[in-house]
């Protein structure tokens, strides 16, 4: 009787530490999926200081846009471009501001990136520092708008240093389609390098 209570205490305390194990495994799932965190290679992408300044949401580092207060309804259907601030902008130099969707039509199968939002050369640098974006805007803002049932996307803004007495511009087929653009190209063709400043948010369609 002895031998058999001993098992079967050996037995109660394997299935424990089992559920214990089990129910770990399941937190730390939980918290790699949940929609309100990030990964470390979507946190990482930010650096440099930008911030992105819309009328109820100031994000200053890699961040999922919350869905209450109608969020992401408002940075989707209601607000227009937001206010650029980057405080380590040289006042004589000249930026390059540039805003992407790489998930598009979805983060799984992204057949049309990058889809580019927002594309505004000559930024004044001082402009920068107080928050303005002066300067020649060859894509008009187009808010977020990720299609129903397509996951989160990420929209991406990179500030580049512009080239002195470099013209930049898009190309008639650039000009023709903001999907399908080939980022890497146009950075090549104006040697702008890498971004000095990057900063982006994830948000969904506000009907999932």
């Not at 930008?50 to 109820?56: A, G, K, N, S, T």
Request: overall charge neutral.
């Amino acid at each position: 009787m002895k031998v058999q209570e001993e098992n079967k205490l050996r037995n109660m305390a394997a299935l424990g530490s089992f559920l214990v194990l089990s129910i770990c495994i399941l937190g730390l799932f939980h918290v790699e999926t949940s929609p309100d965190s990030l990964s470390s290679k979507d946190s990482s992408f930010c650096h440099g200081g930008l911030e992105v300044i819309y009328p109820e949401l100031d994000i200053d580092k890699c961040l999922i846009v919350p869905k209450d207060q109608k969020l992401r309804e408002k940075v989707s259907k209601v607000w227009k471009a937001p206010q650029i601030y980057f405080s380590g902008a040289h006042k004589k130099k000249t930026y390059v501001l540039v805003m992407v969707d790489p998930d598009a039509p979805s983060r799984a199968s992204p057949t049309s990136a990058y889809w580019r939002h927002w594309l505004v050369v000559d930024l004044k640098g001082d402009a920068l520092q107080s928050g303005q974006t002066h300067g020649t805007t060859l894509t008009d803002y187009h808010p977020p708008t990720p299609p129903q049932k397509s996951g989160f996307h990420r929209y991406q803004l990179m500030l580049f240093e512009q080239p002195p007495e470099a013209s930049v511009s898009l190309s008639p087929p650039e000009n023709s389609s903001r999907g399908k653009w080939d980022l890497q190209a146009f950075v090549t063709r104006f040697n702008l390098g890498e971004p000095v400043a990057a900063l982006q948010f994830l948000t969904q369609n506000c009907k999932d």
